[in-house]
Structures are given as C-alpha cells and as structure tokens.
C-alpha cells in the first residue's frame, strides 16, 4: 500500500496511511462506517478512510449480485439506504439497474467459511428476514447460517472485533 495518496473524497490535503497496529477507532469519512486499525487519514482535517475505501476500485464484483458490474460511489444520492446492518450513507459500491447497494468493506465478505463458532459445519453468508445471532442474542439481516443446524451469527462475531465495521480482514 502506498504511505500517501490522494482521494476524490478529500481533495484538500493528501492522505497518510496510519500504523496497522492502531488500537484507536473511528468513523470512515467515506462509507460513514466504524472502524479500527490501519486507515488513511489527513491530521489537518481530521478525516479518516478505511484502508479499503481509500484504496477501493472503479468497478467490482459481488457474488450476491452477479447480474451486473457494480460502480464505486462516493456520495448516496437519493437518501440513506439499507442493505447490511449498517446504512449506507456514503461510499459504496451500486448496481443502478437493479438499486443494489454494497459498502466497500462488505464486499469483501467470503461468502462461505469454517468458523471456531460453529465447526461442525460450513456457514454460508445469507440476507434474509431477521434471525437471532447465535453468539451475541441481537437479530441481523446478513448473516453466516448453517443450514443443518439452523445457526446464525453476524459477520462481526464471526470475523472477530478488531479490523473493521464488519471486521472483516483486509485480503492481501
């Protein structure tokens, strides 16, 4: 990664990529999202991108929506709007022929997994009416379900606590 960039989001000062062990959490300036750990950010400003929206791409794909390429937003244009368990506010990825909407970190969800939480089985990420979560009790939307056992648990409980709203590991 590069140690300073320039971004469409923030075109006053350049950003600076901040230490990967940084323990201090944040609000993405970009997708509005929390987070922790490495981050681009400009001290002048006080703004703060996650590692993946400062560095997300043109154009990606997302197995949950194979129809067409999605197109990287910077801005929401018609209002606040729900697709995981956080509302996308601003940075994200969209399909505008079929209004799906995906923030840059959740688009790097595996859409499968093994997971300590639940061995037995493999878990498949699914978006579907609420159901609870078998490790914290709350409901989510966009869950790892075993369909054998009829678990459920949220992707941050199941990626972990630390890296990002979701948690999920940046892909190196």
């Known amino acids: 990664m590069p ?4 971004h469409d989001a923030h075109k006053a000062h350049p950003l600076v990529l901040g230490a990967a062990a940084s323990p201090h959490r944040f609000t993405c300036d970009g ?5 922790a750990g490495p981050r681009y950010r400009c001290g002048a ?7 993946l929206c ?5 154009t990606a794909s997302f197995f949950f929506h194979g129809q067409h390429p999605l197109a990287f937003e910077l801005a929401v244009d018609d209002g606040p709007r729900r697709r995981c368990d956080t ?3 601003g940075m994200h990825y969209r399909c505008r022929p079929c209004g799906f ?4 970190i959740c688009s790097q969800l595996p859409g499968a997994t093994i997971t300590p939480l639940h061995p037995e089985h493999l878990v498949m990420l699914t978006v579907d009416g609420p159901e609870e979560c078998a490790r914290c009790g709350l409901y989510c939307l966009w ?15 199941l990626l972990g606590t630390d890296q990002t709203p979701l948690n999920i590991p940046k892909s190196s």
Not at 3 to 6: G, H, N, P, S
Not at 54 to 58: C, E, H, L, Q
Not at 101 to 104: A, K, T
Request: glycine share 6%; with cysteine.
């Open 54 to 58: 400062a560095t997300a791409t043109g």
């Open 3 to 6: 140690k300073t960039i320039r």
């Open 31 to 35: 997708c509005r999202c929390p987070g």
């Open 45 to 51: 400003c006080d703004f703060d991108l996650h590692e």
């Open 143 to 157: 869950r790892y379900r075993c369909g054998l056992c009829d678990v459920s648990l949220h992707p941050r409980c």
């Open 101 to 104: 909407d995906v923030h840059p």
């Open 87 to 89: 509302v996308i506010r």
